[in-house]
């Protein structure tokens, strides 16, 4: 079994799992949301839907909630990320919400949980600094809940991470160049002139 296909199976939920208890009025619709387990296969592009599940909403729901498992199965997704590769698959924005509000309650998109373990991953292994981490995070969560988000973890997660060590071993790659040189890179890489400083004097001491 490959890496992949290993995580995929970890990380595999059962349809019925997340919304067998699904109430009607949670969606906004009259109906139920009760998984047939189908694939997505029918949507090809937005509006183009044969109905082949009978064209109601319980089937649209449940091809939509499907087709979010098996994105999430692969990787953590933000809220933006899944709902634009939703959008992309046909899904309409009322399909979406709706299958964003059910994996959401049960934590499956949690934009919380994805923007803390994207500042540890660019801080310890791309090397970047606060700045450039909101600036990659700004792509790929929603403003409100990057706002919302971002200054705790970054205050949490500062003893951890340590930003002015990042920006000494990021300076330490260039060693031999210029001071100039080293100072854009460091900014570049969106860490504070406070940290550079300390960066520099690291090289230079």
Do not use: W
């Not at 700004?138 to 971002?150: G, Q, S, W, Y």
């Amino acid at each position: 079994m490959t890496e992949d296909e290993n995580r995929a199976k970890k990380r595999a939920v059962k349809l019925s799992d997340i919304t067998s208890r699904k109430k009607p009025e949670d969606c906004g619709y009259g109906g139920s949301l009760e998984p047939d387990g189908g694939p997505d296969e029918n949507i090809k592009a937005p509006g183009l839907y044969d109905g082949s599940d009978g064209g109601d909403a319980d089937g649209r729901l449940s091809l939509c909630l499907a087709a979010a498992m098996r994105i999430l199965a692969f990787a953590d997704n933000s809220e933006r990320q899944l709902r634009e590769k939703l959008g992309a698959k046909g899904y309409t924005p009322f399909e979406i919400g709706c299958t964003l509000d059910t994996l959401r309650k049960k934590r499956f998109v949690d934009d919380r949980r994805y923007i803390e373990n994207k500042i540890r991953y660019l801080a310890k292994t791309k090397l970047y600094g606060r700045g450039r981490i909101r600036l990659e995070l700004a792509e790929k969560v929603d403003r409100e809940a990057l706002d919302r988000h971002f200054p705790i973890l970054i205050e949490e997660l500062e003893e951890e991470i340590d930003f002015p060590e990042k920006a000494a071993r990021l300076a330490d790659k260039y060693r031999g160049k210029s001071r100039e040189y080293i100072y854009a890179k460091l900014k570049n890489n969106g860490f504070t002139s406070s940290e550079v400083g300390f960066a520099l004097e690291q090289i230079n001491g």
